[in-house]
């Protein structure tokens, strides 16, 4: 059952400390290198994510009791011949382990919820064909659910996918390829998008003793081990951005994010200079980073989130709600993430008289028949992004409502606990 809730703020000040958690991002690939590394790794700081709960389940399910849950839905079923695994709408979880479970001695089913099952995976599937995977579509052609035979037997150590549909397709090879017994040369076909995401990766494998060379479009790998080591996830940039957002639409604010730094491997530490043109400065000391609200007149025009997509929904809606009428490129990903994030956002911010046209690649916003109502009623398309991203929204509207409030547990379990630290009151909160 679904469990909305109103948003409510009686001033426009925000002031507080704010505990994050790790990054999704960073811990989702820190747990499939700690499985590949048969012990050597371990990671800290793990994310209370429900994508990340979901991912640690699986790969710890042999030492755990069969059938544990994930969300509402059974994680693990199994017969004699194969265990199916049930990711739900964990897409990061869906790429990583199709890659992991090519290596591993058994027959698996990866499935997930019905949105998923409408999200592509036939570029990875392709490249790991080409490396010598046994991968089945069980329904549908080119989407889950998948039944994987592991003890990949390669046959190339060469491999060539497209760079600007999705960076985890690329980050899921890069994973394993220390583990093929022959290496991995990966080229990347056209303009890479989500670049700092493949850099995240690599730092992340080089942490772990694992050495790469990037020429031009190829990364290669060789065969090699991982040395003993811990990696200690960061508190999570994505979800620092609905604080800066908040920071944005306030009059006054002044937050303090604990353990965020200035040199960050998360590509949406880009955050910082995208805020700076709407006034919010950034200073780092005390370990985090301090957030303040100054006056400043909005020039910039375009906006290139390329690197940085899952901070869309969140700069164009500030931007929506400022009645700035920017520009926005770099958004080609976001059709196949958790919904078609650029439908739902031309869907919601009509609500408030914001017009997000598209043409081609390029999208504006139209601002000038905007208007602010006394309530609004935000679907969220089961997307954790867009509860969060119009959520600021309570500074300028008396009444947010949120559809679907728990859905945030995808990747900010604490969210609307949070707010209620800063006075944007959530009635009837999910506990």
């Not at 309530?375 to 500074?395: Q, S």
Request: glycine share 6%.
């Amino acid at each position: 059952m679904r469990h909305n809730i109103i948003l409510t703020k009686k001033n426009k000040s925000v002031k507080g400390t704010i505990h994050l958690t790790g990054s999704k991002s960073e811990c989702n690939r820190a747990l499939i290198i700690e499985a590949l590394s048969n012990g050597k790794v371990k990671v800290e700081n793990i994310s209370d994510a429900a994508d990340t709960v979901t991912l640690q389940r699986v790969l710890s399910y042999k030492l755990q009791v069969a059938g544990e849950k994930a969300g509402n839905e059974s994680l693990t079923t199994f017969n004699s011949q194969h265990t199916t695994y049930n990711i739900g709408p964990a897409g990061t979880a869906m790429r990583f382990l199709t890659a992991y479970f090519t290596l591993q001695d058994e027959e698996v089913i990866l499935t997930g919820s019905e949105r998923m099952k409408q999200r592509p995976i036939g570029i990875l599937v392709n490249a790991l064909r080409a490396l010598g995977a046994n991968i089945e579509y069980v329904e549908n052609e080119g989407f889950p659910p998948i039944k994987l035979k592991g003890n990949l037997k390669q046959l190339s150590d060469k491999v060539s996918i497209k760079g600007n549909i999705s960076s985890q397709y690329i980050t899921a090879l890069l994973l394993i390829a220390a583990r093929l017994p022959l290496g991995l040369e990966l080229h990347i076909e056209g303009e890479l998008t989500s670049r700092p995401y493949v850099e995240m990766t690599l730092a992340m494998l080089q942490s772990a003793g694992i050495q790469h060379t990037w020429t031009d479009n190829i990364i290669r790998i060789q065969n090699q081990e991982f040395k003993e080591t811990s990696l200690h996830v960061e508190p999570d940039w994505s979800a620092a951005s609905y604080w800066y957002a908040i920071a944005a639409l306030a009059d006054e604010a002044e937050l303090f994010l604990p353990g965020l730094t200035q040199y960050s491997l998360q590509g949406d530490s880009a955050l910082t200079e995208l805020m700076a043109n709407f006034g919010i400065t950034s200073q780092f000391k005390d370990g985090g980073v301090y957030l303040q609200k100054e006056a400043k007149a909005l020039s910039r025009k375009i906006f290139d989130l390329k690197e940085c997509p899952d901070l869309a929904q969140t700069i164009i809606v500030v931007c929506a709600a400022l009645g700035h009428e920017a520009t926005f490129t770099g958004l080609e990903t976001l059709k196949i993430k958790e919904t078609d994030r650029v439908k739902a956002l031309q869907n919601e911010l009509a609500k408030i008289g914001v017009k997000l046209i598209e043409k081609g690649q390029i999208y504006k916003l139209d601002c000038s028949e905007k208007f602010i109502p006394e309530h609004i009623f935000v679907n969220t398309y089961d997307d954790h992004r867009m509860a969060m991203a119009f959520a600021p929204l309570a500074l300028l509207i008396p009444e947010v409502e949120i559809e679907d409030a728990k859905v945030v547990e995808k990747s900010y379990p604490a969210f609307w606990s949070d707010l209620e630290k800063v006075g944007i009151a959530p009635s009837n909160p999910p506990r």
